[in-house]
């Protein structure tokens, strides 16, 4: 097949941040640009594409996964949850949200939503988890501003 040749699509149905989308995608389209290209919502960020950084993490039916590995088509039938599906209707920030900015777990923001889903995932499952599972919840995600203190730190503020 040349590079000019279409590639046939695949009709899919996802359920995001509780929509409903159906959408035709290719084969070869990876969920982090389904998230962020055909739907538009842009808060998951694209950072390295090799599931390296954590920056386009979200919940895939409750789990946690890096949206740059994934195919749209394997996501066909399945719930996701992106960073933009963590504020309430009113737009009110979650406790989490609210402990990032009150603890200055974030500076330049770029891996923050992955930050906020890996530590949703981590309190959904573990509601008072200890320093040391906070810090293994995190270890998927790289961030260069913050040296990872406070963002434990605001974790950590919210834990029960």
Same mark, same amino acid.
């Given at each position: 097949?040349?590079? &000019? =040749?279409? !590639?046939?699509?695949?009709?899919?149905?996802?359920?995001?941040?509780?929509?409903?989308?159906? @959408?035709? %995608? #290719?084969?070869?389209?990876?969920?982090?640009?389904?998230?962020?290209?055909?739907?538009?919502?842009?808060?998951?960020?694209?950072?390295?594409?090799?599931?390296?950084?954590?920056?386009?993490?979200?919940?895939?039916? &409750? =789990?946690? !996964?890096?949206?740059?590995?994934?195919?749209?088509?394997?996501?066909?039938?399945?719930?996701? @949850?992106? %960073? #933009?599906?963590?504020?309430?209707?009113?737009?009110?920030?979650?406790?989490?949200?609210?402990?990032?900015?009150d603890h200055h777990a974030l500076q330049c923001?770029?891996?923050?939503?992955?930050?906020?889903?890996?530590?949703?995932?981590?309190?959904?499952?573990?509601?008072?988890?200890?320093?040391?599972?906070?810090?293994?919840?995190?270890?998927?995600?790289?961030?260069?501003?913050?040296?990872?203190?406070?963002?434990?730190?605001?974790?950590?503020?919210?834990?029960?």
């Amino acid at each position: 097949m040349d590079a &000019g =040749t279409a !590639v046939a699509g695949r009709r899919i149905t996802v359920e995001v941040n509780g929509t409903l989308y159906e @959408r035709e %995608v #290719e084969p070869r389209r990876l969920l982090i640009h389904f998230i962020r290209d055909d739907l538009n919502l842009t808060g998951s960020h694209i950072g390295c594409d090799t599931g390296n950084c954590g920056a386009c993490s979200v919940l895939y039916d &409750g =789990t946690l !996964v890096k949206s740059c590995m994934l195919l749209a088509v394997q996501a066909d039938g399945s719930s996701i @949850r992106t %960073v #933009e599906g963590l504020a309430a209707d009113d737009a009110t920030l979650t406790p989490l949200q609210q402990s990032f900015s009150d603890h200055h777990a974030l500076q330049c923001g770029y891996c923050t939503p992955g930050m906020l889903m890996s530590a949703t995932a981590l309190l959904e499952q573990t509601p008072s988890p200890s320093e040391e599972e906070i810090r293994k919840a995190l270890q998927g995600n790289i961030c260069r501003c913050t040296g990872y203190w406070n963002i434990i730190e605001a974790v950590k503020a919210v834990a029960k």
